[in-house]
């Protein structure tokens, strides 16, 4: 099976002999004794199906011999089929040094780890050279390399599979569903009783801006965002439009709702048509305060621009995501002298936002207004489960940075226990 | 009627979002290939309804057209544009340039469009400088904080500022990297779990009002 491997080891361990005869007579150091002693093959070679992935790979495990370094090396050799003449005749397909590629380096939480973090680790994967079909057997091994001196471990048979269940991701699934029972949970308590809700100034500013706008006789601005309807702050926009439009019908003030989705400007318009109906003036709905002007995002602006300053809202909304155009949006607005209302997620364009409008709702707020409009039980209690999360998510930053710490100055890897469960794993 | 409208919405948005949560934790190529093939359907669905915004961009000019509303010169323009843009892509059967010879379509792109998305893009140098002028006055003591700490990291990110104050190059990179970063952090954490809050009650039907509203 080793062929010209154990050819090569053969004439190593002769020469051994001689260097121990002359090390027994002159007595050298035990360094020189070592570099001379016949290079072993990788011990405990393990191949198996890359666990949790699509398929298309195999991964390789091996115990570290107790003298590698960065002189030696190591070689993984792969063959299509069950048998293999001659293991030297393998294709080689990667060449590292030994003193590298360590399970420990890999991202294998503790509970799909499936050996030792001290151990070698190697994955196969299709491209760069290398094809591995799945339901195809193939036999890979691994070969220690010093010089001219090569040994090669019996290669080993596997079969790469894709996978149906990603287990490294479990403690997020876990965690989600332990979110989502939390969320659960708080509606129920916000059906039984009230919960307090802290005044949040942007919002409470929504009626003070659509009163200006009803004193003023000039209409009121609301934007979606930048994204289309697959994006929560977009959603989070439109839920917010409903409740604007319904005080804005109120009032009996104009919308104006321009969109840069058509699915988007779909949806307002119905969201804004079930609003006119529940504040009881259906008749004052208009079905073209929502519409489409383009998707392109400088087209857009211009437009959105050119309508603030010719029309002259009272106020303007500024909901969901938004981009470059943002500054260009509030800064027009505020030179037309509106009184302006930002919501975004967009962490990169708040810095605009709050230097350009009157208000601006930070992050979170954007998805809390629909629960602060409202007071339903249903918002509310979502928004106390939201606040339960981030106070569980404050307690393992605390506890995580503590125990990293711990872990760090003991060396000991038990902390890792705790931190793999709040590890992104994919 | 009531079904249509909102049960069977209702029931749609249940399955596709358990299924398309549980496709994140399963590798196997066949929830890959059901993704794929959903984002496919989700971009021919986008482009009907783009049909939608056009029309709805033709109705709403061609009233103000017709009724000689105020500005009724503007959206004259845009249909005259939009028809032009039309015609000439069809004409030059969309594409930009044919053996190198460039067509009018490609004319219309690379001499009208782009240059006034350059126009537009260029005036946001404009509009920086000023919000930055007005949120920079030193009226109230978060302004002062604001002001000075846009100065360090202004003097730390210009070869010229770091020459002249040597520190402010580290305490820039401090002020961006740990103060800055953590808030943003922050905000993120907050916003994350609002996303999945959203979802878990539009999945859960808690959430209806993005389908019209109303309780029943």
Redesign the interface.
């Known amino acids: 099976m080793r062929g010209k491997g154990l050819g090569v080891r053969g004439y190593g361990r002769a020469m051994t002999q001689r260097v121990i005869l002359a090390v027994s007579v002159i007595g050298l150091s035990p360094s020189f004794v070592s570099a001379q002693t016949p290079l072993s093959p990788p011990q405990d070679v393990r191949v198996f199906d890359t666990p949790s992935d699509g398929g298309g790979s195999l991964t390789m495990v091996w115990s570290p011999a107790s003298d590698e370094s960065a002189a030696t090396k190591y070689q993984v050799l792969l063959s299509e089929g069950t048998t293999v003449p001659d293991p030297a005749t393998m294709k080689v397909v990667a060449e590292f040094p030994a003193n590298q590629r360590y399970v420990r380096e890999a991202k294998w939480p503790w509970w799909t780890r499936p050996v030792e973090r001290d151990q070698h680790q190697f994955t196969l994967r299709n491209g760069k050279g290398i094809e591995l079909k799945d339901g195809s057997s193939y036999l890979i091994t691994v070969a220690r390399v010093s010089g001219d001196d090569r040994a090669i471990a019996t290669p080993v048979q596997a079969t790469p599979q894709p996978n149906w269940i990603n287990w490294n991701q479990m403690n997020n699934l876990i965690l989600a569903l332990l979110f989502g029972g939390i969320v659960f949970y708080s509606i129920g308590i916000a059906r039984k009783r009230e919960i307090f809700l802290r005044r949040i100034p942007g919002l409470a500013a929504v009626d003070e801006a659509i009163g200006r706008a009803t004193e003023l006789g000039k209409p009121i601005l609301y934007l979606t965002g930048a994204h289309d309807m697959h994006d929560p702050s977009t959603i989070a926009a439109a839920i917010i439009l409903g409740r604007v439009a319904k005080r804005a019908a109120a009032y009996e003030t104009d919308i104006l709702v321009p969109h840069r989705d058509p699915i988007t400007m779909a949806v307002c318009q119905e969201i804004t048509k079930q609003a006119y109906l529940e504040a009881g003036k259906p008749d004052l709905y208009k079905d073209d305060s929502n519409f489409f002007i383009t998707s392109d995002q400088f087209s857009y602006t211009a437009a959105v621009d050119g309508m603030m300053l010719r029309k002259k809202p009272a106020a303007n909304f500024f909901m969901g995501s938004y981009f470059a155009e943002a500054l260009l949006l509030t800064e027009t607005g505020a030179s037309t002298g509106a009184i302006q209302i930002a919501g975004t997620d967009s962490d990169h364009q708040l810095p605009f936002f709050v230097t350009t409008c009157d208000y601006t709702l930070i992050g979170e707020e954007l998805y809390a207004a629909s629960a602060y409009l409202s007071r339903e039980p249903v918002q509310v209690g979502t928004l106390r489960g939201q606040d339960i999360g981030k106070a569980l998510i404050l307690g393992v930053l605390g506890i995580g940075t503590i125990v990293a710490t711990l872990g760090a100055l003991l060396d000991a890897q038990w902390p890792q226990l705790f931190l793999d469960l709040f590890k992104d794993v994919k | 009627m009531i079904f249509l409208r909102r049960q069977l919405p209702l029931l749609v948005t249940l399955i596709t979002g358990i299924v398309f ?1 549980a496709q ?7 929830s ?1 290939q059901m993704l794929t093939s959903a984002t496919k359907w ?1 971009q021919i ?2 482009g009907f ?6 029309s ?2 033709f ?2 000019h061609a ?1 103000k057209i017709r009724r000689k509303e ?2 009724w010169g ?1 959206s004259f323009v845009l249909y005259v544009s939009m028809l032009g843009t039309i015609a000439v892509g069809l004409w030059s059967n969309g594409k930009e340039a044919v053996d190198g010879a460039m067509t009018v379509f490609g004319w219309v792109y690379n001499f009208m469009m782009v240059p ?2 350059g126009t ?2 260029a ?2 140098a404009l ?2 400088a ?3 002028y ?2 920079f006055r030193a009226r109230s003591r978060e302004a002062s904080v604001l002001l000075i700490a846009a100065v360090i990291v202004m003097t730390g990110r210009v070869p010229l500022g770091e020459y002249l104050i040597p520190l402010s190059g580290d305490l820039s990179q401090w002020i961006l990297n740990v103060l800055n970063a953590s808030v ?1 952090r922050a ?5 994350s ?10 999945v859960f039907g ?2 209806r ?6 309780k029943e």
Not at chain 2, 209 to 214: A, E, H, Q, R, V
Request: net charge positive; proline share 3%.
């Open positions: 949560a994140y934790y399963v590798p196997h190529p066949a890959e989700l669905i986008g309804a783009l049909v939608l915004g056009v709805s961009l109705h709403v009233v105020a500005g503007y006034l998305q537009m893009f005036i946001l509009f920086i000023s919000a930055a007005r949120s943003r905000i993120l954490i907050g916003v779990l609002g996303t999945v809050a959203l979802s878990i009650k539009i808690l959430e009002s993005y389908l019209g509203g109303g």
